[in-house]
């Protein structure tokens, strides 16, 4: 992990040099850009492990440079901002944010969480496919399929709502409160029932369109379930 390539985006040279330090210090590989269109074109060819991304940004904001790596794949994103509202939270972790660090902060913090996501997202040992009717769920493949009638959709998941999937599709028919999908998914974030909230109602957009819709339902008081049920 401690050899894994961090992008840093972030206008402030001050800040991006004091992550650079303190990532390079622990091991990690760096690369900054100071601008949304620089900090897409150094993702797109060098594929960094995780994205430290700032919210305002010249050229292209934060919410921007989220969309366009959400649209390319599931690369880590943690937010760093000095937006410290729920709203900008939500909207960070909508678009597919992992994480949400607010400034001022403690480059370990950072750092630290930094870790905490890449252990969630690589180096993941042999595991078995989950079934749930249309679903099936890769855990090691990182990938999500539905069966449905005109073949199979892979499903366009960020990190965060593929980890919420996957836990639920361990254990299909449980109902899980929303605090144990912050603990077992979100962990190491400052996260709100609101946020699993936010997530889980891509996660059930995201089935409907590929066919499976009702598979994951929400449980009166409680949080949410997914139903098993037989494919079309």
Do not use: W
């Amino acid at each position: 992990m401690t050899n894994a390539l961090i992008l840093i985006i972030e206008d402030e040279p001050e800040i991006a040099e004091i992550l650079e330090t303190y990532f390079a210090r622990e091991g990690f590989r760096v690369i900054c850009a100071g601008d949304g269109p620089t900090g897409l074109a150094h993702h797109q060819r060098l594929r960094p492990d995780l994205v430290v991304l700032d919210i305002k940004l010249p050229g292209q904001d934060g919410y921007e440079v989220l969309a366009a790596i959400r649209r390319r794949g599931a690369t880590p994103v943690i937010m760093v901002t000095a937006l410290a509202e729920d709203l900008d939270k939500l909207q960070a972790l909508r678009i597919g944010a992992d994480d949400y660090v607010v400034k001022p902060f403690n480059p370990l913090e950072v750092v630290a969480r930094a870790r905490a996501v890449l252990r969630r997202t690589l180096g993941r040992g042999p595991e078995t496919l989950l079934r749930l009717g249309p679903l099936t769920v890769d855990p090691q493949a990182h990938r999500a399929v539905v069966e449905a009638g005109r073949g199979p959709v892979p499903l366009d998941l960020t990190p965060t709502e593929f980890r919420i999937l996957a836990h639920m599709a361990a254990s299909p028919g449980r109902a899980f409160a929303r605090a144990d999908l912050v603990d077992a998914c979100l962990p190491e974030s400052e996260a709100l029932d609101r946020t699993v909230d936010s997530h889980v109602s891509n996660l059930r957009r995201k089935l409907a369109a590929a066919g499976a819709e009702g598979l994951l339902s929400g449980v009166r008081g409680v949080g949410y379930r997914l139903e098993a049920f037989d494919a079309p």
